[in-house]
């Protein structure tokens, strides 16, 4: 099976805590690629970050950083010292790189910050 | 630059209606797609279109949804005969060929079905 795994339904933290989403994935295809985005109240899915399958290099931009491990199918997302404006569903998703490059995306996490 | 349009915003309708979703995508991108999203769930991949050739209907219900890109640029989308459970976000979005590049998103068209 090809699919992305959100466990986390929903997600509510605190104003300045730190908060992990999770993302879990199957593919057949040995090479692919992962994104995550954000999807605030307005509806439009705003692309956060792309990784590839073979660079397992971790990433920080700001606040956020991914956690990339191929040995666990993980393509984890944290946000350090959250802020009420991060409330939103975070959808991750998966391109395959055989047949037509299909995106596969994740149910959603849907993270609230509380004030 | 500018961004994938799509219009209209809202749309409301009876069942067994027809409707029609406009996309333009962002310029240069070759590859257009649409998506449904139900309420609570992620994007569902519904046609996939390169230039104006389609790559992958699969999910499409083509017994009453239709879609065509016209010159490789602009797309519509056509539900007839609507159902209440068409109800759902319809997005568009378009990327460049590779497939290492992000889909860029428009702000989707909500349809309510009554």
């Known amino acids: 099976a090809q699919k992305v795994t959100q466990a986390q339904t929903e997600i509510s933290v605190v104003e300045k805590e730190d908060v992990t989403l999770d993302c879990v994935y199957e593919?057949?295809?040995?090479?692919?690629?992962l994104f995550w985005y954000k999807q605030p109240p307005s509806g439009e899915l705003v692309f956060l970050i792309r990784?590839?399958?073979?660079?397992?290099q971790n990433e920080i931009s700001g606040r956020y950083s991914w956690n990339f491990q191929k040995s666990t199918s993980s393509f984890n997302f944290t946000i350090t010292a959250s802020q009420v404006v991060d409330s939103a569903v975070y959808f991750c998703?998966?391109?395959?790189?055989?047949?037509?490059?299909?995106?596969?995306f994740g149910t959603g996490t849907r993270l609230k910050v509380l004030a | 630059e500018a961004g994938v349009a799509q219009s209209p915003r809202y749309k409301i309708i009876e069942k067994r209606q027809s409707v029609a979703f406009w996309c333009n995508p962002i310029?240069?991108?070759?590859?257009l797609y649409w998506y449904q999203q139900i309420l609570g769930q992620g994007p569902k991949l519904l046609i996939q279109?390169?230039?104006?050739?389609?790559?992958?209907d699969s999910q499409l219900p083509k017994d009453r949804f239709s879609a065509e890109r016209l010159k490789g640029v602009d797309s519509t989308l056509k539900i007839q005969p609507a159902k209440l459970e068409d109800s759902a976000v319809y997005l568009c979005?378009?990327?460049?060929?590779?497939?290492?590049?992000?889909?860029?998103f428009g702000d989707g068209t909500r349809l309510s079905i009554l």
């Open positions: 979005a378009s990327s460049l060929g590779d497939p290492n590049q992000p889909q860029h």
């Open positions: 593919t057949r295809d040995t090479t692919y690629y």
């Open positions: 990784r590839n399958s073979f660079d397992e």
């Open positions: 998703a998966l391109r395959l790189t055989s047949g037509t490059y299909k995106y596969i």
């Open positions: 310029s240069g991108h070759a590859t």
């Open positions: 279109f390169q230039n104006n050739g389609v790559v992958d």
